[in-house]
Structures are given as C-alpha cells and as structure tokens.
C-alpha cells in the first residue's frame, strides 16, 4: 500500500502539494451525479413497465378525449382556439403528465429515502452531501421526465399533433415543468412523519390543478377570479408554454412562463436544501 501511493493516475510518481499530501485527481465525477446514479440503478428493475405505460397513457387519453371527445368538439365548435382539439389538449396534458410524475416521483421515494428505506443517510454514510442527496434525486426525475417527455412527443407526432419544430423544445419545457413541482414537493416531503399529508396534496392541490389550468379548456372561460388563480398555478404555465411551442404559436410570454417555471424549481430547491438539512443532518 505504501508502495503505490506514490503512483500517480499516468504510472509516474504523484506530486505532492505544499502541505505534503497528494492532491486530488483534478477532474472528478461529481458527487450528485453518484446520487442520482442510484436512483438510475433502481429504475432498471422496472424501466420495461415504466417505458409501455409511457406509451399506453398518452395513447389512451388522445384517442378517447382528444379524437372520440374531440370529434364532437370540432363538429360543434369548429376546434379550440383554432386548431383541433387533440392538437389543443395534447401539449396539456403533456404537461400535466409531467406535474404528476414530478409530485409522485418527490412525495414517497423522498419519505421512503428519509424514515423507511433510509436511503438517504446510507448515502450520507458515503462521501456525500445533503445538497448532493437533494440535487442527485431531482436530477435523476428530471433524467425520467426527459424519457417520458421523448416517448409524449413521438405519440403526440403520431397522432398528428405536433404543427411546428419548436416543439424540440417542448421536451426541456415539460422537464422543467415537472421540476418546478419536484422540487418544492420534495422540500415539503422532507418535513413529513406521516403520507397522509400527500393525499391533502393531491385532492387540494395537484388535481383541482389538472382540470381548471388550461389542459382541458382556455381558462378564459373560467370565472374571472378563477383566471387569475390559474395564471398563478406553475402547471397554467407548462401548459402554455408547452402548447405554444407545439402549435408554433411561439411569443416573448413564453419567456415569461419559462422564467416562472425556472423561479419556481429553484425556490422549491432552495427550500430544500434546508428541509433536507434539518431532517438529516443530526
């Protein structure tokens, strides 16, 4: 052992620093990247699953409410805003898909990873940080929502929906979506001794949140003080953000739902690095 820790990475003797110790290699493997490489690991046991139900959701929905539904729409109404209404409830729930695993993904692995599993003080065991901890999960669903966005998008084309290239973009704008509810959903979820705060969560907050946001609808026909609790929403914004870049309808408001979106993710990462402080950190 003493022999060859003198041995640098080339096969020639290591320089030592002015301290006389040897000096870490200079480019590492981040330490978050190990993180979320756990969370990856997971996955694989059921990444088969995962890739058909990706497919068979967005299948489903568009042809039952999109195309059946939306057939009736359009005969009646002559489309939605100008375009039919499978174009118009796609990007929608699109987004909306992204909120739902974005919440799922940050409410029990987060508390199964802090009081059950206890994966994260496994992981604190190891040369990590709680910010690693935190910033390796949250990079790991955004690596999941870009699986399930890429699969959304070639459905979406598919199905004749997609009407412009931006919607390339489309696919970093659902991922940011999702993380704009990752990472205030894992803050909260730190802080939880019991799940049944994440059934509150969902029926008083992510559902009503999925029907009156814009994925179904224009909010323009809610009540007016329904407006402007949609428009605060962070989903009212993936929504637009991601129809707008679908049907290529592209403007300088959708920088505005970007910033907000990209506000959101980082207040709710903000928050996090204290909630995951105080919880793992004795």
């Given at each position: 052992m003493t022999a060859l820790s003198g041995i640098g990475a080339s096969g020639g003797p290591a320089s030592s620093g002015p301290d006389g110790n040897i000096p870490s290699r200079r480019f590492t493997t981040p330490m978050w990247l190990r993180a979320a490489g756990y969370w990856a690991y997971?996955?694989?046991?059921t990444w088969?699953?995962?890739?058909?139900?990706?497919?068979?959701?967005?299948?489903?929905y568009l042809a039952a409410m999109g195309v059946a539904l939306g057939s009736l729409i359009d005969k009646h109404s002559h489309g939605v805003?100008?375009?039919?209404?499978?174009?118009?409830?796609?990007?929608?729930?699109?987004?909306?898909?992204?909120?739902?695993?974005?919440?799922?993904?940050?409410?029990?692995?987060?508390?199964?990873?802090?009081?059950?599993?206890r994966t994260y003080l496994a992981q604190l065991a190891a040369p990590l940080s709680v910010y690693d901890v935190l910033r390796g999960h949250l990079a790991w669903i955004g690596a999941r929502l870009a699986i399930v966005v890429s699969i959304y998008l070639a459905v979406m084309a598919a199905f004749g929906?997609?009407?412009?290239p931006w919607a390339v973009a489309a696919l970093p704008?659902?991922?940011?979506?999702?993380?704009?509810?990752?990472?205030?959903?894992?803050?909260?979820?730190?802080?939880?001794d019991k799940d049944s705060s994440f059934s509150t969560l969902y029926r008083f907050a992510i559902?009503?949140?999925?029907?009156f946001s814009g994925t179904f609808?224009?909010?323009?026909?809610?009540?007016?003080?329904?407006?402007?609790?949609?428009?605060?929403?962070?989903l009212f914004h993936g929504v637009a953000l991601c129809r707008d870049l679908t049907l290529g309808t592209v403007g300088w408001a959708d920088l505005g739902h970007a910033a907000y979106l990209l506000a959101v993710a980082?207040?709710?990462?903000?928050?996090g690095r204290r909630t995951f402080s105080r919880r793992l950190v004795v």
């Open positions: 997971q996955y694989r046991r088969r699953s995962s890739v058909v139900t990706s497919f068979l959701i967005p299948v489903l805003e100008g375009v039919s209404y499978v174009a118009f409830l796609a990007p929608g729930l699109l987004a909306g898909t992204c909120m739902q695993i974005g919440t799922n993904d940050a409410t029990y692995p987060v508390m199964g990873a802090i009081k059950w599993m929906v997609v009407h412009s704008a659902a991922v940011l979506t999702g993380i704009a509810f990752a990472a205030p959903v894992s803050a909260f979820a730190a802080t939880q559902i009503p949140m999925f029907l609808f224009p909010i323009s026909q809610l009540p007016a003080w329904l407006q402007a609790v949609a428009y605060a929403t962070p980082l207040a709710g990462y903000a928050v």
